[in-house]
């Protein structure tokens, strides 16, 4: 009975270990030959949905590219370099400041020899980077070793054959997953100190809330808060009142009237997620994701979003084809029951166009960028929700109609607001564009210049200080006026010690780079007291103090997000300044180990050949987890203090994270 109780306890572990360690990118490989004299290395891999692997070539200072390495050879010669095969996808990512390639569900790597005679022997590794939106994996390698005659009756034989295949006075490696090499560590620290596994330890401890829940939360109000904007505009707000009448007096029924408008409601919402589901469907959630990097996709957006612009401020009216409405609501008079109904929300949804269209079309932009099938249909449910809500509403409570505000100029105004958010937005967009060409015309600097203008421009508005051709002349600021733009005017101000490095947090995501900006005088960054794990362990044992280990990547985008938006906190900071010692990990340090290590792995064999592979096995077998980037507490014993963290950018949480795990080992 103990026995099985021990296997189960096992059993979860694993399972948990499984859990953590993520392997979203598996390569098969194969030795094929050509001719007598030529063979090709194929390397497949199969990608799952959200990843890419890069591809060959990419240069300096930018994520890790696929490459070909050999250790050993005999019998044959490398005939070119390593190729790239398959849908190759070419993008711009704004962090590296450079254009990039990868691949998404499948790709192949090829590298040809020529075999020059008689016993061959092709022994090396494959590396590769791959990452989602949220992490990036340490570098990896697909190691392969190849033995044969260039005969063509003679088959190659894999690294992986039986032990009376290989050759004569070759051994296997022994060192396990469970003790490090002892090349991996120094002789004075011994692996059951500092390179003990203490992932049943964090299991205990609970782990950190997914990010991708938290984005799906927000993509659903970002959706309702477009929704309620859409509604308060004049393609909407007068149209409730009569719709909602002409359910309440169609039937001499209250309740199937109060039936009807719930039923008005709901096409609503089925309309406007059907239109989020077809966006993904027609276009692919990773191809609307390249589409939302591609610079040309990105001039032609920040043209429409200044053409709706120009219509919110009055220049034109934008509306669809009236045949197509008038069509619709005549289809919806002709027929009964729950499709006339279906079709009056459909007639809702064509005319209202001129004054949902931008929003939608945003929001529908803004979420392809998650890679997720289901990211638009969420938007789109926030987005029907906000618009259904009063229809339903209204039909329950009648009396309300009479206290609803009345159309008026103060929509217009809600307009016209909208049209300047337009054009803020659409210096986002072009501004992918420009550090896509290396035009250098939308810098931060003159980024920020622009938006500053723009906020300025729609407080004065507000405020009654400028007039478009709808707008009233005799209108007096109300008080809710009044205080948006006094919003408006701060957030301006807000924006201008930026002009000179400030970091911004507010407006990171949508200015350019840091590395954009042509004078900077901030300087306040955390930077690490340590790059080495028994080192900085040693250090913060003489001095008494915890450990926050800092698992990152030269080519980690949301470590720097992380670097720049929480850790500039000065409580953050303070906290990972004083109270703690900061080892920073970057498990894609390409230094040369003194020698290879080889370890076996969960059942595989893997070799070390670098600073980061070592760092890179560290966070594995001690801590289950291979994602960056990732933070851990832990005592000057390497035991967990808290659980651990990863990509999010909740400073409030980040703070607790660090206190907590002071108060645990103060505690011990």
């Not at 799906?216 to 909602?244: Q, R």
């Amino acid at each position: 009975m103990k026995r099985n109780v021990t296997t189960f306890l096992l059993f979860l572990v694993a399972c948990w270990v499984q859990a953590q360690i993520q392997e979203p990118i598996t390569f098969k490989q194969e030795m094929k030959s050509i001719s007598d004299t030529e063979a090709e290395l194929i390397f497949s891999a199969t990608i799952e949905p959200g990843w890419h692997v890069y591809s060959t070539e990419l240069g300096d200072g930018g994520p890790i590219s696929a490459s070909f390495h050999i250790e050993q050879i005999a019998g044959a010669a490398l005939d070119g370099k390593l190729k790239a095969v398959g849908n190759e996808i070419s993008a711009f990512d704004p962090l590296f400041d450079m254009k990039v390639r990868y691949f998404e569900k499948s790709a192949q790597f090829v590298q040809r020899v020529k075999l020059t005679g008689g016993a061959y022997h092709l022994q090396g590794y494959l590396e590769y980077g791959g990452c989602n939106d949220e992490n990036c994996l340490p570098p990896s390698q697909v190691e392969f070793d190849y033995k044969g005659q260039s005969a063509a009756t003679a088959a190659a034989v894999p690294a992986d054959a039986t032990p009376d295949e290989t050759a004569a006075g070759e051994e296997p490696a022994t060192e396990t997953a469970e003790t490090p090499a002892a090349d991996a560590i120094p002789t004075n620290v011994t692996a059951t100190d500092l390179w003990q596994p203490v992932i049943e330890e964090l299991k205990a401890m609970g782990e950190a809330s997914s990010q991708q829940d938290m984005s799906w939360i927000y993509i659903f109000f970002t959706g309702l808060v477009g929704g309620l904007l859409a509604l308060f505009t004049p393609c909407v707000w007068p149209i409730i009142p009569m719709t909602v009448s002409f359910f309440l007096k169609r039937s001499k029924d209250k309740k199937k009237g109060i039936r009807d408008a719930w039923t008005y409601g709901a096409s609503i919402v089925v309309i406007y997620v059907t239109l989020g589901l077809a966006i993904t469907l027609i276009f692919g959630a990773s191809a609307l994701n390249a589409l939302s990097t591609n610079a040309l996709f990105n001039i032609l957006f920040c043209l429409m979003l200044v053409v709706f612009a120009a219509s919110f401020f009055g220049a034109f009216e934008i509306t669809l084809p009236s045949k197509w409405s008038n069509a619709v609501d005549s289809k919806a008079e002709a027929t009964t029951g729950l499709l006339s109904i279906f079709l009056m929300a459909f007639t809702l949804s064509l005319v209202s166009f001129s004054c949902t269209g931008p929003i939608i079309g945003f929001l529908l932009v803004e979420v392809s960028t998650t890679g997720s099938v289901v990211a638009p249909a969420i938007g789109m449910l926030g987005f029907a929700i906000a618009l259904a809500l009063p229809f339903t509403l209204f039909a329950l409570f009648p009396s309300w109609l009479k206290s609803m505000p009345k159309s008026g100029g103060w929509m217009n105004v809600i307009k016209v607001s909208l049209g300047f958010l337009e054009l803020a937005f659409a210096l986002k967009f072009l501004s992918v564009a420009d550090l896509a060409y290396g035009w250098r015309i939308l810098d931060r600097e003159t980024f920020l210049a622009l938006w500053i203008v723009l906020f300025a421009l729609l407080g004065f508005y507000l405020l009654g200080k400028i007039k478009f051709p709808h707008d009233d002349d005799n209108v007096k600021v109300s008080v809710p006026r009044f205080f948006l733009a006094l919003f408006s005017l701060a957030f301006a101000v807000y924006m201008v010690p930026g002009l000179w490095g400030a970091p911004l947090k507010a407006v990171s995501a949508f200015a350019p780079p840091m590395q954009t900006q042509d004078f900077n005088l901030y300087n306040n960054e955390v930077h690490a007291q340590f790059d080495d794990y028994d080192l900085g362990m040693e250090y913060a044992r003489r001095q008494g103090k915890p450990v926050m280990l800092d698992f990152t990547g030269y080519g980690c985008v949301n470590c720097r997000k992380m670097e720049l938006a929480v850790w500039t906190n000065p409580k953050v900071s303070d906290l990972m300044k004083n109270d703690y010692v900061l080892i920073t990990l970057y498990v894609d340090n390409k230094t040369p180990l003194p020698a290879p290590i080889k370890i076996t792995e969960n059942g595989t064999e893997r070799t070390l050949r670098t600073v980061g592979d070592k760092w890179s096995y560290l966070q594995r077998v001690k801590f289950g987890a291979n994602a960056q980037p990732f933070y851990v507490l832990i005592d000057n014993e390497g035991h967990p203090l808290n659980k651990s963290y990863s990509y999010n950018e909740d400073i409030p949480a980040y703070v607790d994270f660090l206190q907590k795990g002071l108060e645990n080992y103060q505690k011990k």
